[in-house]
């Protein structure tokens, strides 16, 4: 079996202190859920207003925005605000968690898809706040109109590549709900008018792989006639990057002869809430999300409703062995920082972390560069980090680095981890600078 794999940079890791993914623990429903608000959007309850499970309690500003839906009935108690690492302020509806759930532990009500058009998949897509859950955040429904109204053949990506151990979320998700991925993929294939679906999983999984393929043989959805492929990538990070996953495919394309034109990339965690929101009409109400790190006691994957304070996750796989100094969500490549553990997990959040003091690079300890040409050697993209940032750092500009046509560092982190002077290059070179680091004092979420 060939396997596919970019050639040049990357680094193989392990992190014993990530969950393994094999399975999920059902986290217990919160007793308050903070729903973060969107940008711009129009709220549709306030301080004291009643709210179902899955009510729709925020519209979108735009097609660039998602809908907002409670994830658990019960009173509004207040509007919260806070500012992230950025220092940008974010606003959430409180729900204190009363009344009977309308979803939870009910029959699921299939609805069929199959007879629905694509511009009404879509539709229903947007309805229920679908989002691009691995990356960020984008609509569901928005790239998916945006493959359907351009001419020319397009192919739908399924990246199943867990390149990076903190990827534990979606190996639980597709190990627990292949049949969802499987179907999600045939709706979005429709929604988006795809000629083909591809599975690109990593080398290891190969057997989850066939298992994906098998529930798309099986499945009630298998007379779509739409060819179906399975492409055994390689697991070197950062094989799951966009553009390293592109990389490999289209040299999958050229070796089978095929011709895939457009390729859009959609990870099983959004496939699956495609499935949910056409066949079911059911909104994102919760999320694998990997938790772990080395200050947190027994790491594990949780099947946890959105709004979480990512405290309460902490406390459920076991607390903390000791004060930990950094929290975020996210890999620790590209971390987001949490500021406060009231911050709740979002549709995005696949992972949380902490770490104790010495688990992560100590930046305080950050030297000179030696010129020892580690951060080459690692660099997908055949850049030269230790050039390009001292160019970065005087305020000059290389040729290269100036050419707006020429490719930029998309921040993958590979560069930072070898670097023995501990210097913020992947951060710098990718604009990410001061986007992670260890939590400071911040603007706690407010709860009183």
Known sequence: MKVYSFSRGGIRFSDPSAPTGDSARVAFLPGISVIPLPKGGVAMAGAGDWVREGMLVARAADENGAHIHATVPGRVSHLARWKDAGGEVNEALVIRMEGSFELLGKPEVRHRWEDCAPAELRRLIEKYGIVEMEGAGRPAAAMLRETGETPGRATLVIRCVFDDPWLAADRALCRERPGAVAEGSFIAA??????????AVSKKETQMGMALLAEVTNGDYADALLPVSMVPVGSRYPQGLRRELELVVRLWEKQEGFSLGRLTIFGPATLAAI??????????????????????????????????RIGELFAECGGFVDQPVKIATGSPFLGRPVMDLDEPVTKTDYAVFALLKGAEKDT?????????????????MGFDPEELYKWTRLGGANSRAADPAAPVCHGCGCCELVCPSHLPLSALLSGRAGHAGSPGTGEGTEHG
């Open 190 to 199: 429709r929604a988006g008018g795809f000629s083909r679906i591809v599975f």
């Open 275 to 308: 499935r949910d929101a056409a066949a079911l009409h059911k909104p994102i109400l919760e999320r694998y999300v990997a938790v772990g790190g080395s200050a947190v006691r027994h790491p594990q994957v949780m099947r946890t409703r959105l709004g979480t």
């Open 364 to 380: 305080s300890a950050r030297g000179a560069c030696i010129s020892c040409g580690e951060c080459r050697a690692v660099c997908p």
